[in-house]
C-alpha cells in the first residue's frame, strides 16, 4: 500500500488506544504518555508514507509506539560506567558516596529531620550545627559553615570580607576551571576588585606588600589545581604571607580546591595540601570541594577565624547558597568516617584510589574474553597498561598508573569512523560505558570498574553497525 491507501489504512489515536497490547502498555506508564507517543509515531509514519518510504506493518506500529513510551520514561539521568581514567569525572558527577551517605540521604529524604531545630530548646536551629563541629575537629579551624558548592563559597567569602575593595591575587593563580568558573569573573560578581600582582610564573612577598593598602578587603591565594607553573617559578609560602596579612591586618584567604582531608602520601601520591595544613600555615580563612578528593557530597566548605565565619554566616547570600538537607546528611556521614581512618576504606575515592594495579589488570584479563566476543569482527581487544588520572584539580600533572583494555578497528580504512562508531555504541548500553580516546583506540580504564558482574552481563546486548 502506498501514498493515499497506505494513509488511509492508519489506525486512529483512539483505535490504538484500544489495542490489547497498548493496553499493558497504558496499564505500566498511564494514558497521557501512550497518547503522545502514539501521535508522535503516527506523524512520523505520516511523513515516511509522504516522502514514499516503506509504509509501516500494525505490529511494527505497535512496537514503535512501545519504544516511544520506552524513550519517553527514560530518566534522563542515569548511571553510567565511568571507564574514562579519571577518578573524580566531574560531567560524570565527581565521587561516589559511601553506603553510610547514601542511608543518611535516604534516611534525610524520607522523614522530616531537626535539620534547623533545636531539639534541647525547642527554637530554630542552624543545618550547619550537624557538622561544624566535625568539620572543626577535621581541620584545626574554630569556626565552619557549608554552602552549595567551593564556587559559592569563594563567592560568599568574597563578598563578606571584600565586597568595594580589593583583593590582592598573584597573576599565576587567576583559575579557571570547567564550567566557566574564573576566578576574575566571580570577583567582579562578588563587588571586589582584582588586583593582579606578580608575573605569570613569580610573585614575591615585595609584591603583596606593595599592593595591601587601605582599600585591600582580603588576600587570596588560589591553589592551581589544574594545571602548574614550572620552570623559573616564585611563589610566596603560606607562614610569609599570612605573616604580612596579620601585621597589614588584612584577612588571607585560601582557596584549596580540591582539599583532601588524609595526606595522600599514605596513598604513595605526592603531599597535596590539605586545610589543616593551610590554617596551621596561618589562613584565615579555608574553602573546599565536598565532592572532589573528600570523596562526599556536592557542597563548599568554608572554615576558619570564629568572627570571619560568623561574618560570613550573616551575609544574606548565605541563604541563596545554603545546601539542602540531603547534602547535610550525606556530609555529616562522611566526616564521620574520617573520625576513623580505619574505616576510611569505605571511601569509594580512597578504595578506588588505592586499588592496586595488579587487581585492575586481572580484572582487565578476565573482561579480555568477554569483550572480544562482544567485539566480533569489527575490533581487536588487548589488555594495556595506562596512565590515569585523580581529577577535578588534584595533582593536575601526576598519573595514577591504571591497566584496561585497548579496542582497536580491525579494519584499517575507515578505522577513524568505526573507532568513533564503537565509541558510540558503547555509549548506546543500557548501562552506558563512557571511556577515552587515545592513539587510534577506544581505552576502557579499568581502575573505576567496581561493579564487573553488571558490567559483563550486557556485553551481549552489543549491537554494533558494520
Ligand atoms: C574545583 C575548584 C573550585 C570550584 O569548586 P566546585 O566545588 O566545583 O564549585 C574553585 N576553586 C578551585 C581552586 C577549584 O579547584
Known sequence: MRGVDALRALPSVDALLRDARIESVIERHGRSVVTAAIRTVLAAVRGEIASHAAGTSDAGLIDRIALEVEKAVTPSLRPVFNLTGTILHTNLGRAPLPPEAI??????????????????????????????????RLTGAAAATVVNNNAAAVLLVLNTLAARREVPTSRGELIEIGGSFRMPDIMKRAGCTLREIGTTNRVHLSDYADAIGPKTGLVMKVHTSNYEVVGFTASVPEPELSALCRERRVPFVVDLGSGTLVDLAHYGLPHEPTPSDALAHGADVVTFSGDKLLGGPQAGLVVGRADLIAAIKRNPLRRALRVDKMTVAALSAVLALYADPDRLERLPVIRLLRKP??????????????????????????????????????????T??????????????G?????????????RLPVPVIGRIQDDALILDLRCLEDEARFAAQLPEWRIAN
Open 400 to 413: 595514577v598508573a591504571s591497566a584496561g583494555l585497548a579496542i582497536e578497528p580491525l579494519a584499517r580504512r
Open 103 to 136: 542511608e543518611a540521604v535516604i534516611t534525610a529524604a524520607r522523614e522530616p529531620s531537626n535539620l534547623e531545630f533545636d531539639l534541647d530548646t525547642g527554637k530554630r536551629g542552624d543545618r550547619d550545627d550537624h557538622v561544624e563541629a566535625a568539620l572543626c
Open 415 to 427: 578505522a577513524g569512523r568505526m573507532l568513533q562508531q564503537i565509541a558510540v555504541a558503547f555509549r
Open 357 to 398: 594495579v595488579t587487581d585492575i589488570r586481572a580484572l582487565a584479563e578476565r573482561l579480555l574474553a568477554p569483550m572480544t566476543a562482544a567485539m566480533a569482527h569489527a575490533a581487536h581487544v588487548r589488555v594495556v597498561d595506562c596512565q590515569g588520572q585523580i581529577g577535578s584539580g588534584a595533582l593536575p600533572t601526576r
